[in-house]
């Protein structure tokens, strides 16, 4: 964080947004606010370079034909990947998650190379799309309550063995490899397949990337209580017998 205040970097919202996951840039800005956060928010289109003096950067979900146009792109620019070399911490959602790994099948299902940022590779899966909400257990590691989210997805996300589950379902299906994992991370590099958006339904995961950000352990506390309002409503949700 410079002396200027947080650098928040919203990557290609005219391509990877959807199911509101540009909710999550307004979550985290709103939250580093209320801790009296000078916040320069910079909203990234696929048209225009990713500056690499960021401290967070976020990444949504999109339909196939977009995420391979993003993962061309975000390949040749080269400035997403030059600033996870320099600390960065990333977040991304479905399709942006698919992109930060190995490779992932585009819209053409054609074997498309990723970022490799992080150690997963994601196929098209063979069985009924996985489609509705989720609760899991967050690795213990970060020290995160339970994740709710929801989940539209055809895709299968392996992990690697340098790829840490971001959490194990209790209910869906996550990566929908039958092994109950859901996301993956590695140090500050971040990948789930929750919308809803994700930071609205778990506003802790913005806390943990602004303290990562900062550097700290702890962070001033704020109104929660519209946040665990909705939390309780989804994970009651989840939880009952369709």
Not at 41 to 67: A, H, K, N
């Amino acid at each position: 964080m410079s002396n200027n205040g947080l650098r928040l970097v919203w990557v290609y919202p005219d391509l990877l947004s959807t199911y509101g996951d540009q909710g999550n840039a307004l979550v985290v800005e709103r939250r580093a606010r209320q801790r009296g956060l000078d916040v320069q928010r910079v909203d990234v289109r696929s048209d225009q370079p990713v500056p690499t003096s960021g401290d967070i950067y976020l990444i949504g979900g999109g339909e196939d034909r977009p995420q391979r146009l993003a993962a061309e792109r975000l390949r040749r620019d080269g400035g997403l990947s030059r600033a996870a070399s320099n600390g960065a911490i990333i977040f991304s959602v479905c399709a942006g998650y698919q992109i930060l790994g190995h490779e992932f099948v585009n819209d053409l299902g054609e074997r498309e190379q990723g970022l490799g940022l992080l150690d997963v590779v994601s196929t098209r899966g063979e069985g009924a799309r996985c489609v509705g909400d989720v609760l899991a257990d967050i690795d213990p590691q970060l020290g995160l309550p339970p994740l709710t989210g929801f989940e539209n997805h055809q895709g299968v996300t392996h992990l690697g063995p340098t790829a840490r589950p971001f959490a194990r379902v209790q209910f869906g299906r996550g990566n929908g490899t039958g092994d109950g994992t859901e996301g993956a991370y590695n140090d500050t590099v971040f990948g789930t397949y929750m919308h809803g958006p994700v930071m609205a339904r778990n506003p802790q995961i913005a806390d943990l990337l602004l303290k990562l950000a900062l550097d700290v352990n702890a962070l001033p506390p704020t109104d929660d209580r519209w946040y665990e309002a909705l939390r309780a409503e989804r994970i009651a949700s989840a939880t009952q017998p369709a």
